[in-house]
């Protein structure tokens, strides 16, 4: 059947819905790791077009900040600084806050997937000092990674290909001017639907931070290190798109350039890979695989060829790109649909990336971010946040979001 890829799709999404059938319980990257499967066992995608739809970049970039993220945080390091940082915080809507205030501005120089990677053992830590469930703050942390990162060229992979890709002739000012402001507005609307979703939990009693302190000084020290590196890599890959922006600065590198470090002078480094997320790595390469044989499929195919020359208006823009990315990553739609805006203006594209990216905060697959969150966080200590507790607060918040940055570019766009 030549259109079973995209059955299989939906039977996995209906799996990561589900997540459990009596007593058998269905991780993320399983359901997503089966579908490729049968894919591939089907012949509906041969192993070497398999082989080639895996992105190494986003692999080699993964592992790279998978390394210096569980370093930082088997060193003690990441929660020392976190102490310092939010020990004068003393209510629980202040600490929400202040998440969706750091990860969203943190995410935008970082990108998003990184700082879920980093910043999910720190919500788990914080939920337990504080009594607070883990799914609030959880969920603090992938709406701010995901709205912070809209307003950034460098904020997430969708947002770069269109600085790279879209004919913008100056990505970071037409970024900044077009989504900034937006952008802060829809932080603080996220701020308002956890305080109506968890109002039980916005309780004025004063929150006590306890001290933590660093437990591997020598790892410590290499992971300051290796995320000082990471930092250094960030800003001269934002120096290099301002004043030098044919020079090539891939993500990969920066990456790279972190762990290596800790892979070759740490003397734990068989601890960091033994205790590193493989099953998100699983995830993603599986993820390539299933997506591969759906954009190849006919029914996607001709879906896309019927909807003809009525995609470059701002509802259109808008509502594809929130409602597809649910079904395929962000990333390969936006590479789709960059040719039908080419003669469009900027405030389409920033309409792409806008609603493309807070794709992510509607549903759980609507971003990698928020995969990442979900199996770092069930994988750590087995807190689950589940797909409908997601939706509860992302749907209204997404509908809130999509209208505030509608009628800040339809202005541009009339």
Do not use: K
């Amino acid at each position: 059947m030549s259109d079973l890829p995209v059955l299989v799709l939906l039977g996995v999404l209906a799996l990561i819905v589900v997540r459990r059938a009596g007593a058998l319980r269905v991780a993320i990257w399983q359901a997503m790791l089966a579908g490729a499967a049968i894919v591939l066992l089907t012949g509906a995608t041969t192993p070497a077009r398999a082989w080639d739809a895996i992105d190494r970049d986003v692999m080699l970039f993964l592992f790279g900040m998978f390394v210096v993220g569980e370093a930082l945080v088997e060193s003690g390091y990441l929660f020392f600084v976190s102490y310092r940082l939010l020990r004068r915080i003393r209510s629980s809507g202040g600490l929400v806050l202040a998440v969706l205030a750091g990860s969203g501005f943190t995410s935008a120089l970082l990108m998003n997937d990184t700082l879920a990677i980093i910043g999910t053992p720190l919500m788990l830590l914080l939920a337990r000092q504080h009594g607070l469930p883990p799914q609030l703050l959880l969920l603090a942390l992938a709406f701010g990674v995901t709205t912070g990162s809209v307003a950034s060229p460098i904020g997430n992979p969708q947002n770069l290909l269109i600085a790279l890709s879209g004919g913008l002739s100056s990505p970071f000012l037409e970024f900044l001017g077009g989504l900034l402001l937006p952008t802060l507005i829809s932080l603080v609307l996220a701020w308002c639907v956890l305080r109506v979703v968890y109002r039980r939990h916005f309780h004025p009693a004063p929150l006590c931070h306890a001290a933590v302190g660093i437990s591997d000084p020598a790892l410590a020290r290499l992971a300051r290190l290796a995320l000082g590196l990471v930092l250094a890599g960030v800003a001269a890959r934002i120096a290099a798109a301002l004043w030098w922006p044919g020079l090539t600065f891939r993500l990969t590198w920066i990456a790279l350039a972190g762990a290596l470090p800790l892979l070759l002078f740490s003397p734990r480094r068989g601890v960091l890979l033994r205790r590193l997320d493989w099953h998100t790595l699983v995830f993603f390469a599986a993820l390539f695989v299933l997506m591969e044989s759906v954009w190849r499929a006919p029914l996607f195919q001709s879906l896309v060829a019927a909807a003809g020359g009525g995609l470059d208006t701002l509802p259109v823009v808008m509502g594809v790109g929130v409602g597809l990315s649910q079904l395929v990553s962000n990333v390969p739609l936006v590479a789709l649909y960059l040719p039908v805006l080419a003669d469009s203006g900027p405030q389409l594209l920033l309409a792409l990336a806008a609603a493309s990216t807070l794709a992510g905060n509607l549903l759980v697959p609507g971003a990698a971010s928020n995969v990442i969150i979900i199996q770092a966080a069930e994988r750590r200590d087995g807190t689950s946040l589940g797909f409908l507790e997601f939706a509860r607060a992302g749907i209204p918040l997404t509908l809130l979001q999509l209208g505030i940055f509608g009628w800040f570019l339809g202005r541009g766009v009339a």
